[in-house]
């Protein structure tokens, strides 16, 4: 079976408008649910963003070369789906955890919290975001199986 291939645009595309479409709902929910000012926490926001958006792209290549070298296909049952957010967000809270420790001027277990809880929102922010994309880019017979 033969791999189908986004382009380094879609790619970018895909990254760029996950992290904008994020940053405007997240903002001020861990604003107003950690009581951190507004200030703080869009630049919390925007420094993981970046990281993010940088580790989004190179993240979903990766999982997309293993998806086609073990089945022949990056199309993703549910349950793909569900690892490769899973292992999104633990990759990205080991690189970001001590950032926000030292930028909120916390401890590692505040931060923590804030960086677990923000990784939960990013979860499911991520299964619903990536699936809607593949249903709107990748063709029909070439959307998922499972």
């Known amino acids: 079976m033969q791999m ?10 895909h990254a760029v408008l996950f992290e904008l479409i994020g940053l405007a709902m997240v903002v001020p929910l861990s604003a107003f649910g950690f009581g951190i000012e507004a200030g703080d926490t869009a630049v919390v926001v925007i420094s993981l963003s970046l990281v993010a958006t940088g580790w989004n792209y190179l993240y979903n290549l990766l999982f997309d070369q293993l998806m086609a070298r073990w089945y022949g296909s990056i199309r993703k049952s549910v349950w793909q789906r569900v690892l490769h957010a899973i292992l999104f967000e633990l990759g990205l809270l080991l690189v970001t955890l001590p950032f926000v420790a030292w930028y ?7 931060a923590l919290i804030i960086d677990v809880a923000m990784a939960l929102f990013y979860l499911a922010y991520a299964f619903v975001f990536n699936w809607a994309w593949d249903m709107v880019t990748l063709p029909r017979t070439s959307r998922e199986h499972g």
């Open 4 to 13: 189908e291939a986004r382009s380094a645009r879609a790619r970018i595309m």
């Open 104 to 110: 909120l001027d916390i401890g590692i277990m505040e």
